[in-house]
């Protein structure tokens, strides 16, 4: 177990690694050394700021030694220009005037907190209805869900979200416009701020895992050791619950560990639908600010949350199934 | 009419029919027994038509005893089996006749009922104990599963028990491998944990279908010999079913031979290997080379390939393979099916004269039989 973790663990920074670089090398040397300063320096550029701009980020260094310097910072911290980035230094923005490593962890809990409240959402509903619909399959429930996960599955969040917004917040004043506020200030506050996008991404999200939980749970319940279970005199639920659910478990964890992967990096079209200012904002905004260190950061940040919960994962693989070995 | 000569006990055909005809007074005249199943009909809707997996069949069972139920692959032996517990489902399932365990009839038996009884008075061991055990709990939960649901017992009594019984059926160190999965344990083993999670809520009935197909021979024979013992100990009525006839002849007391979801024939053990008297039961004995022997040699197919239970023939089933419908007059058996006697002991259903039976067994058929 231990062992495995470890060598999972290197793996993980292996591949961090591997992206990182091909990243950094896309981003600060695959276009010349001109084009980066000018797409690192902001849009209101001046000659002086150009000139710090080239001369921080040392271009003039070979490219490994540039990425080493990167990559080291991460871990130790490093100076730029004058300005001390501390650890985890994921570099200067210039075009804002921000360690990108602050404007991260800034922007980070909206991300967090829209992941969260969805996930637990559309995990819920959705599992819970693949059940059901299990539970009933071929009746009218089991058609009545699996149709509406057929349906919601279809509404891309740039429709349904303005959609829903003009629904619930103008028409019906049920909802407060999506707004972040933070948990410890307020958690009513951030709970209601964030109902509506988190409604939106259950819609959406939830069909996926009525499917899922539905069609493995059928499968499991075609298995030999189900009609052993139903000789023993076990009751429906225990069948369903206890054993069918249990042997359905791997491929939900499979797809929710990309989901949370997904949303944890920020969701772009979702943010910027509900002027969230969280991680997918930020990656909007570092590209149309000419904000390169910030992007590398932000790209750095999403594949680490993404490889982070295959790792998990793989993890729960070997809690939910006796079978698999860690080795 | 000639069959009513049969020496055998063979009721005459004519006698059953009209027995049948009269409906239930007839049906029950076996119910004293454990369990008697009697004209059970089980047809499945399917896509193509109507599967008559089970077409006519009677048995009964005895406390303490072993019924073998002995057929090719397809004669319905598990569909039977099921039905026993009720474990189809019941849309697209079509059942009738009787099946009388105890003294309640469970066809009719609500599934909330039918439930306590599952596990508790009637139990169910299949062939592939790999498959049939569920991978994500350890043996000891699936046996203290089975302990907690009828006897309420709490989990430590529960897991006491499961201790207790992976002992009782020879699984050494029982204490630790009550904590492992099964697929730690081998072939024989896994059957071991089943037969002990069978038993754990001390059944009345065991149904065992094809329990040791799935081993080898040696482990085979230990499973047996396991059956046999916690037969002697529980005094459990086992309902055997295999298509191997030498595992018949060590485990049963009763043989019963199937065809296309009939009963053919019946009787004891000895009556039905040394003296059989239906043609489709000297085909499966003539396949064997030698009974007495330990080594059980899989059944070879009879001549000609099993009946289609879509639309089975007409008269007696096995018609289209008998080498002696031409001794009946080929038309009465291709029209007029032969009936079983509905009473209990020895029987068959063909319409040989008990004369011809004697004598086709005597001049051709026991001189194959090794
Ligand atoms: N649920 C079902 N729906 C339709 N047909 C079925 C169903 N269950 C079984 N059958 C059919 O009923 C017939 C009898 O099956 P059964 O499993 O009882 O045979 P068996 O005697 O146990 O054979 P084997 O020795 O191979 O186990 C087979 O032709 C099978 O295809
Ligand atoms: S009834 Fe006729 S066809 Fe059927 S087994 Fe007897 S002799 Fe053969
Ligand atoms: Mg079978």
Redesign the pocket.
């Known amino acids: 177990m231990l062992r495995f973790l470890v060598r999972r663990l290197l793996g993980v920074a292996a591949i961090l690694l591997v992206v990182s670089l091909i990243t950094f090398y896309l981003f600060f040397a695959a276009s010349g050394e001109d084009s980066v300063v000018r797409l690192s320096c902001g849009k209101n550029c001046t000659p002086e700021m150009r000139e710090t701009v080239r001369h921080n980020l040392g271009l003039t260094k070979p490219l490994l030694e540039q990425y080493w310097i990167f990559i080291s910072g991460i871990f130790a911290g490093r100076n730029i220009g004058e300005k001390t980035c501390n650890f985890p230094c994921l570099g200067y923005s210039f075009a804002n005037n921000q360690n990108v490593s602050h404007t991260v962890a800034d922007r980070f809990p909206t991300t967090v907190s829209l992941a969260i409240g969805a996930v637990v959402l559309f995990m819920t509903l959705g599992i819970g209805l693949g059940i059901l619909a299990a539970m009933r399959r071929g009746k009218k429930t089991d058609k009545v869900a699996t149709g509406f996960a057929l349906l919601s599955g279809s509404a891309p969040i740039y429709v349904l979200g303005p959609l829903f917004i003009y629904l619930f917040v103008q028409q019906l004043g049920w909802m407060d416009r999506p707004q972040y506020h933070q948990f410890t200030d307020d958690p009513f506050q951030w709970a209601s701020g964030l109902l509506l996008p988190w409604i939106c991404l259950m819609t959406i999200h939830m069909a996926m895992y009525v499917r899922l939980t539905r069609s493995t749970m059928v499968d499991v319940l075609s298995e030999d050791y189900v009609r052993t279970l139903k000789a023993k005199g076990l009751s429906g639920r225990s069948v369903y619950i206890k054993h069918a659910f249990r042997g359905a478990l791997s491929p939900i964890v499979t797809v929710l560990g990309v989901d949370i992967g997904v949303l944890m990096s920020g969701t772009i079209i979702t943010e910027s639908t509900f002027s969230l200012h969280g991680i997918g904002m930020l990656a909007v905004t570092s590209v149309t600010d000419s904000d390169l260190p910030m992007m590398m950061g932000v790209v750095v940040i999403a594949a680490s949350f993404t490889m982070l919960a295959n790792l998990v994962v793989d993890l729960l693989y070997a809690v939910i199934d006796p079978r698999v070995r860690l080795s | 009419m000639a069959a009513s000569t049969d020496t055998t006990a063979d009721q005459p055909t004519g006698k059953a029919e009209t027995a049948k005809k009269a409906g239930a007074p007839a049906r029950s005249d076996g119910s004293d027994a454990f369990l008697s199943v009697r004209d059970l009909r089980v047809h ?1 809707s ?1 896509d193509d038509g109507v ?1 008559k ?1 089970v077409d006519g069949l009677s048995f009964d069972v005895e406390k303490g005893r072993t019924l073998g139920i002995v ?10 089996s099921l039905t026993i517990l009720g474990l ?2 019941r849309e ?2 079509k059942i009738e006749g009787e099946i009388r365990f105890d003294g309640r009839e469970l066809i009719t038996m609500p599934e909330r009922k039918l439930r306590d009884l599952r596990g508790r008075r009637i139990s169910m061991i299949f062939q592939d104990p790999l498959t049939a055990l569920s991978p994500f709990y350890t043996v000891g939960e699936q046996i203290a599963e089975s302990y907690r649901r009828h006897l309420g017992a709490n989990r430590s009594d529960a897991h006491a028990r499961a201790i207790e019984m992976l002992d009782r059926v020879g699984i050494p160190n029982p204490k630790t491998r009550v904590n492992d999965y099964p697929h730690h344990f081998s072939g024989g083993m896994r059957q071991r944990a089943m037969i002990a999670m069978s038993l754990v809520c001390d059944p009345d009935l065991l149904i065992a ?2 329990p040791t197909t799935a081993l080898d021979v040696t482990v085979q024979a230990q499973i047996l010999d396991l059956l046999r013992d916690l037969q002697d100990e529980f005094g459990t009525a086992i309902l055997f ?1 295999t ?1 191997d006839l030498g595992v018949i002849a060590q485990m049963a007391h009763d043989v019963l031979v ?1 065809y296309a ?1 009939r009963s053919v024939e019946k009787g004891t053990v000895r009556e039905v290997l040394k003296n059989p008297r239906h043609p489709y039961t000297w085909g499966l004995l003539s396949s064997m080379p030698n009974l007495s022997g330990d080594v059980d040699v899989p059944l070879r197919p009879v001549r000609g390939t099993p009946p289609s ?1 879509l639309a089975p023939p007409p008269g007696c089933p096995f018609h289209p393979r008998c080498d002696y419908a031409d001794v009946v007059g080929g038309e009465r058996c291709r029209t007029e099916p032969p009936l079983l006697a509905l009473s209990e002991g020895r029987g068959t259903a063909c319409h040989l004269s008990a004369e011809d039976k004697q004598r086709i067994f005597i001049d051709d058929v026991r001189p194959l039989l090794g």
């Open positions: 499945f399917t599967v997996a057929g090719e692959s397809g004669s319905g032996k598990s569909v039977s189809h489902n697209k399932t279908d094809e079913i298509h199937m979801g239970l």
